[in-house]
């Protein structure tokens, strides 16, 4: 069983009160059991229990895995919010399995939320990240209008990349837009779409104009597809 603690000193770590539960209670696990933990920042660990209890489970790090699962180029997701939470909830959980290093909700005029329960968000991102055995919590941003995430994004290395559905002869396919080992900034917009002027701001800020078919998709899923098809042009 994969345990989360983002904080570990000297080769020793206290688990918090849910994990420590969920390993004594849950699991049965007892004093000199080993097990593996992550810390969010790319490292990997093994350790022996120390103290087993279901408010404080403390651990002796045996064995230390530096950089684990990190690769050498970035995918930030940036997004609208769907107005339906859980759907919210999904595209993070998938985008975490799936591999992503970012991702930044963007207000737009067509977006249907605009308040998002980052606390709630998290949580998900550690349950899905201890899922597909990685060692790295992806980033995430609070909600930010889009200008000001253009504006933040004005000085990154990212190639930018804004997905919209208006048929302006411009616009390149993913497969072609993506190559291995760069790392990207990808807008997806809301149900609705971005409008002209959005698009037009974004490509203003440096972002080219990106085809995801011919078939209108909704938000999460256009932020699945790309997550997933960056991720296999990568191998990752």
């Not at 940036?78 to 290093?101: Q, S, V």
């Amino acid at each position: 069983m994969l345990f989360f603690a983002p904080i570990i000193t000297n080769n020793y770590v206290v688990l918090s009160e849910e994990e420590s539960r969920h390993c004594t209670k849950v699991l049965r696990l007892q004093i000199a059991d080993t097990i593996e933990i992550i810390d969010g920042i790319g490292n990997f660990y093994i350790g022996k229990i120390s103290l087993a209890h279901d408010k404080r489970c403390e651990v002796q790090i045996i064995e230390t895995r530096k950089n684990y699962t990190l690769r050498p180029y970035k995918f930030h997701l940036l997004i609208a919010p769907t107005k339906n939470n859980e759907r919210i909830e999904w595209l993070l959980e998938k985008a975490c399995e799936i591999g992503i290093d970012e991702i930044t909700f963007v207000t737009t005029q067509r977006s249907e939320r605009s308040n998002i329960k980052t606390e709630r968000l998290h949580k998900i991102m550690v349950s899905a990240i201890k899922q597909s055995q990685k060692a790295l919590l992806p980033t995430l941003n609070e909600p930010i209008k889009l200008k000001d995430a253009l504006a933040k994004l004005n000085s990154s290395n990212y190639t930018k990349l804004i997905a919209h559905c208006i048929d302006d002869g411009k616009r390149t396919s993913l497969l072609k837009s993506i190559i291995p080992n760069n790392s990207y900034a990808i807008l997806i917009g809301p149900e609705g779409d971005f409008t002209s002027d959005e698009v037009q701001l974004a490509i203003d800020a440096g972002f080219k104009p990106l085809s995801l078919g011919n078939y209108r998709l909704r938000t999460e899923t256009a932020a699945l597809q790309v997550c997933s098809i960056f991720n296999a042009v990568n191998e990752y």
